[in-house]
């Protein structure tokens, strides 16, 4: 009987053996598959990000030999009557652009009666011998009888730059090339010659090189026509390749990437086959488990599942980030002691100003940044700014280091010499301190309630650090100042001061300091909004020419948040006390928000102790007046104080009605009440004393 019962969970631990080895070889499957999904998806991502980035590389080349082979023309033009004057053109764009391969000017028969029916001057980098050094001749006849050229050809009836496809130059440049032709038109505006630029194949080789993002992964570069410019290596029969193609608008050529499957996935690979190894020693565990306690084989089979199926979701996990410009405001709902609000107006659809922040250990980490330039190029580098922040700043504390690490790899990879001007900012919001390191940057400006008047708005002092991207290597110092209660961090880019209206005018920071100075005391929100609104006055009906970043960081008297107990209320009169309000208000304003917030806790809970009370603190600024606005909130039963009937303190104890006295006290303490119910669930009591301010 014990044998037989045995035998039944030996038989049901081998099917459970059976049914965890299939779950298993499932779970490694799926695994492998959603691996491999995101292997490819990333690998997609990067070589169309490469793409984009050879295709600017490659239309910056383009862009400069069409430039060089314009001024050839113009050139040309300029010195028309004097055929020898074609040598020293030539001779001078070739010395003057390094990437020019040969530069020739070829015309039409006969013009020049006295040079024959053939004349085309080149320029070379090589002379007859091989030698580096630039080698002028007339290199025009019959055995170079370049009427029948194609570049020669279109470069007569195209009245724009041409390119030609690859081909070898044996009389100019001496080595393969694609030429770009640009007519030369006589003082009659008929065309009598054409320039033309001829540019290495090895140079666009060099431009590509980089296009390798895999080991062993292949790239090259095809005319509209489908020659090679760059030519691909021969792939493998039967080897699988992954193949991203983009063509470039300016000249009709077509990048592509080759990339073999069997090296992009040899990674994947190898941890499968460490998985399916580790699978099957725990399936022989499993095994000899069950044999030696058949008692115990479904606990083992179902840990050890639960384990492979842990290990599966550890494998699969993988994040994907887009940097991504914060848009929610306020970004923090859950704290009391921080208020920001931003906006990036960009010039064109896409620019190169960013804000980020967020708040990591209590310490708000912020920055604005303004990249040269705009359009593409700078969008990327903004992106590349952006993520580089984030990546730093999630190990980095002090300004100083993170200024340092992004310009480090900004530098190294700075072949288009932009720059970035960036302002770092790291803020302690236990104690204020603000940490910051200015790159070049406009210095924020900084608003405060209290003090003189002409101090209120004031610049915050900054080093002149260079800004990200101009020197690799740079020692970048940081600076520190410290933050009350109420200020408000100001933080712009110079499309602001530099915005122009249809005169030609600039905005200007005296414009600027004006309208925050009308602000104080109002929301991040309020400021940014009073600002832009100023900007869209003052520019009208003109083109904006810049991007406009604006960022507006309020540091705050935190909420004081109270539970529903009576013996809260002496946590008011703390809280009061760090909010440094005029010493002859002192006590009125502790009696009004006592009575208030007693009255709440008493009538809003009937019954309950799990309430909670919000006392929020604001001030409003003017130059006569200071109004400190105290915002009470419950979620407790609809109260509306304000509707009840002035007590008449005429009348003796006996005869006045009870209730009332708390309200007629807070009237008489405070200078206005409002009462408001909002969504049905939450009483909304704001509390209004005004001070005049001594000027």
Not at 202 to 228: A, N, T
């Amino acid at each position: 009987m014990q044998q037989s019962k045995y035998k039944i969970r030996f038989r049901s631990g081998l099917w459970l053996l059976i049914v965890a080895a299939v779950a298993l070889e499932s779970i490694a499957c799926i695994q492998y598959i959603y691996s491999r999904a995101a292997i490819k998806k990333e690998a997609v991502y990067h070589a169309k990000a490469e793409l984009r980035a050879a295709e600017l590389e490659i239309n910056v080349a383009t862009a400069e030999m069409e430039a060089a082979a314009h001024m050839l023309s113009r050139m040309a033009e300029y010195d028309l009557s004097d055929p020898k004057k074609m040598y020293g053109c030539t001779r001078t764009l070739l010395a003057t652009l390094d990437n020019v391969e040969s530069a020739g000017i070829a015309f039409v028969a006969d013009y020049y009666p006295q040079c024959g029916r053939w004349y085309e001057v080149c320029s070379s980098r090589t002379n007859e011998t091989g030698e580096a050094a630039i080698f002028t001749r007339q290199i025009g006849g019959p055995d170079h009888d370049y009427f029948e050229a194609e570049w020669f050809h279109n470069g007569l009836t195209i009245d724009s730059a041409w390119w030609s496809e690859p081909y070898l130059d044996d009389a100019g440049a001496q080595t393969m090339v694609v030429s770009c032709s640009y007519p030369i038109k006589d003082a009659d505006g008929h065309v009598v010659a054409v320039a033309c630029i001829d540019m290495s194949l090895s140079r666009l080789h060099k431009v590509s090189e980089y296009l390798q993002v895999y080991k062993d992964s292949y790239y090259s570069i095809q005319s509209s026509e489908g020659v090679d410019i760059v030519t691909r290596p021969d792939t493998m029969p039967g080897r699988k390749y992954m193949i991203f193609d983009k063509e470039i608008d300016a000249t009709g050529w077509r990048l592509s990437i080759i990339i073999p499957e069997d090296i992009l996935f040899a990674e994947l690979n190898k941890v499968g086959f460490w998985i399916t190894i580790l699978m099957l020693l725990s399936l022989a565990l499993l095994i000899f488990i069950m044999y030696r306690s058949a008692v115990n084989i479904f606990n083992l089979i179902d840990i050890n599942s639960q384990k492979e199926k842990m290990e599966g979701e550890l494998e699969i996990a993988k994040t994907i980030q887009t940097a991504m410009l914060p848009k929610v405001f306020p970004p923090f709902c859950d704290r009391a002691d921080l208020n920001i609000y931003g906006l990036v107006d960009p010039a064109k659809e896409i620019g190169g100003d960013l804000y980020d922040f967020y708040v990591r250990h209590e310490k708000l980490f912020f920055c604005v940044g303004d990249v040269s330039g705009k359009g593409v190029p700078a969008s990327l580098v903004m992106a590349t700014i952006r993520s580089l922040f984030r990546s730093t700043t999630a190990h980095a504390e002090n300004p100083k280091v993170i200024a340092q690490e992004i310009n480090k790899t900004i530098a190294e990879q700075n072949d288009q010499n932009m720059f970035v001007t960036l302002f770092i900012g790291v803020l302690d919001l236990q104690t204020g301190l603000l940490h910051y390191c200015n790159a070049g940057h406009n210095a924020p400006v900084l608003i405060q309630s209290e003090g003189p008047a002409e101090q209120r708005v004031c610049s915050l002092h900054v080093l002149p650090n260079l800004p990200i991207g101009v020197l690799s290597g740079f020692d970048y110092t940081a600076q520190e100042t410290q933050l009350q209660y109420g200020q408000t961090l100001f933080l712009y880019t110079d499309g602001l001061t530099e915005a122009e209206n249809s005169d030609h005018a600039q905005y200007g920071e005296q414009r600027m300091f004006d309208i925050l100075t009308s602000t104080i005391g109002q929301r991040p929100r309020e400021v940014v909004e009073a600002v832009k609104q100023s900007i869209s006055d003052f520019v009208g009906d003109a083109e904006q020419s810049d991007d406009i970043t604006l960022l507006a960081i309020r540091y705050q008297v935190p909420a004081l948040v109270m539970r529903n107990d009576i013996q809260q209320i002496p946590t008011l009169a703390e809280w009061v006390e760090e909010l440094h309000v005029p010493d002859d208000l002192n006590m009125p304003i502790n009696l009004a928000l006592e009575e208030t917030v007693s009255n709440i806790m008493l009538y809003a809970y009937p019954g309950r102790d799990d309430g909670k009370v919000f006392v929020e603190y604001q001030e409003v600024l003017s130059e006569q007046e200071k109004r400190m606005i105290f915002t009470i909130s419950d979620s407790g039963i609809a109260f509306d104080p304000t509707k009840k009937d002035e007590a008449d303190i005429t009348l003796s104890a006996e005869e006045r009605p009870i209730g009332g006295l708390g309200i007629h006290l807070v009237r008489q303490l405070m200078d206005e009440i409002r009462y408001e119910r909002v969504d049905d669930k939450n009483n909304i009591l704001t509390l209004v004393k005004t001070a005049k301010l001594n000027n």
